[in-house]
């Protein structure tokens, strides 16, 4: 199923090349990088030598050198070394990894990076092979081989087939199957944010791939694999057809108009593009450009400012001096962009305040609106959350708490592969900085991270 052929795996592994070493920065992929990030920034309106985003250029540049070291990777230098001897599928009758001669590796989280729009995204990788030649490999190495393929600019299907013949070829079993949960993350634009805060935040898929003895998708050697994976949301019912519109997978648009005017940020992309090892002209990476400046253009302040100021935000009537119970507003949606490593991150906004009488009912969608007026921009979470409290208070007077929980893709693409981790940082401002009560009332009443 989707086997490629074998010279496809046999990359040379670069010597000499440790990110992060002394040479790295001088690299002249790096600074290439580094250049293209600078004119990406500049075209958001950013002032490249501001704190904050004077490292920014060389972070991008280490993300995504790191994120796509595969590519001078080889699965031989892996898996020669690591095999081992032990009874394997003989005419049909093995006994290695138990009845049938299964081996299975579940729950492998990793991630790679979408070569439709540059976006990390998520990878539960489950590898399962039926050893052969008396020949077992190391459980590790599976990981391993898995970790090659998935850095390198992917898609999901190609991603499972690249793992599966890698590993066939690699180790010459009896069988290889491998099934990938892809979680891609659906970033809205900053328009239809505005408009409706309740965005879908996932797009998800579920692919395989099978060789030798899993070829066939009707193989009984599949029923064994799923058995034993035991995963009820994961089955050969609900598994990506290939002969569905890939356009499905990406959220991003599929189709972007091309002009003969290409501006400088899509020169920079594709020079970002050119810099990794790849051809910008393959048919798979000739939108991407444009898909990513696109995506990356909702973080110019310059829109957001009109509509921010088109909310006609005014002066609340909320508190008075006695009689004030905590009030909140809980779940409000976020999404931003880590200055550090211009990768997105998301979660909620938690939002408490002192109040004698129940406030207007449209007070939710105008503290939503505050959200994505800080938070459609550059940001660090700390600021972020300091920025929504102080201008929360300039509406609803000075006693306020903000709580931001977030979780980060620069987190996952810089190898803390820990999915579902993040983080949490809160501000307060008048009565909350000084009465512990008081914010241990409001924080009771977040609901707890699922």
């Keep these: 199923m989707g086997a490629l052929d074998e010279g496809h795996y046999n990359v040379v592994l670069e010597n000499g090349v440790k990110l992060g070493g002394c040479g790295f920065e001088q690299e002249p992929e790096t600074v290439a990088i580094e250049d293209a990030v600078k004119v990406l920034l500049q075209g958001l309106g950013e002032d490249i030598n501001r704190e904050g985003l004077r490292k920014t250029p060389l972070r991008v540049a280490k993300a995504l050198r790191e994120g796509t070291r595969g590519y001078k990777q080889n699965v031989n230098d892996i898996v020669q070394g690591a095999l081992f001897p032990e009874l394997g599928l003989e005419t049909g009758i093995g006994h290695a990894g138990g009845a049938g001669g299964l081996v299975l590796v579940r729950d492998l989280d990793l991630y790679s990076y979408c070569e439709s729009c540059l976006l990390p995204f998520q990878v539960k990788c489950h590898i399962g092979y039926i050893p052969s030649g008396q020949r077992v490999v190391g459980l590790s190495k599976l990981s391993r081989v898995a970790d090659i393929f998935t850095k390198r600019l992917q898609d999901p299907q190609r991603l499972a087939d690249e793992i599966c013949n890698g590993l066939q070829h690699g180790i010459n079993p ?50 064994d694999f799923f058995g034993l994976l035991r995963r009820r949301d994961i089955t050969l019912d609900n598994i990506h057809s290939r002969t569905t519109n890939k356009d499905s997978w990406c959220p991003c ?66 508190t008075s001096p006695t009689n004030c119970k905590i009030r909140s507003e809980l779940n409000l949606s976020l999404w931003s962009l880590c200055e550090h490593h211009l990768l997105p991150f998301y979660g909620s906004v938690h939002i408490g305040y002192l109040s004698s009488e129940e406030v207007s009912p449209i007070l939710k969608s105008i503290l939503q609106s505050v959200v994505h007026f800080h938070g459609f921009k550059l940001q660090v979470q700390e600021r972020l959350t300091r920025q929504i409290a102080e201008t929360v208070s300039r509406l609803l007077g000075g006693d306020i708490i903000v709580v931001v929980e977030a979780n980060h893709t620069c987190m996952i693409s810089r190898g803390i592969e820990k999915f579902g981790s993040n983080t949490g940082t809160i501000a307060v401002l008048g009565r909350f900085s000084h009465d512990p009560a008081a914010r241990a009332e409001f924080l009771e009443l977040i609901p707890e991270s699922l």
Aim: net charge positive; aromatic share 8%.
């Design 253 to 318: 648009p599929s189709r972007v108009k091309t002009g003969p005017n290409v501006s400088p940020m899509d020169t920079a992309v594709t020079s970002i593009i050119r810099s990794l090892g790849q051809d910008p002209g393959r048919k798979e990476l000739t939108g991407t450009p444009t898909r990513f400046v696109k995506w990356l253009s909702n973080f110019k302040d310059s829109k957001l400012e009109m509509k921010f100021n088109g909310l006609g935000l005014g002066p609340l009537k909320t």
């Design 174 to 223: 009896t069988g290889v199957a491998v099934v990938l949960h892809c979680s891609h993350i659906h970033f809205p634009d900053s328009h239809s944010a505005f408009l409706d805060s309740n965005q879908k935040r996932w797009v998800n898929v579920i692919v395989n791939s099978g060789s030798g003895s899993f070829g066939k998708p009707d193989s009984a050697n599949w029923i």
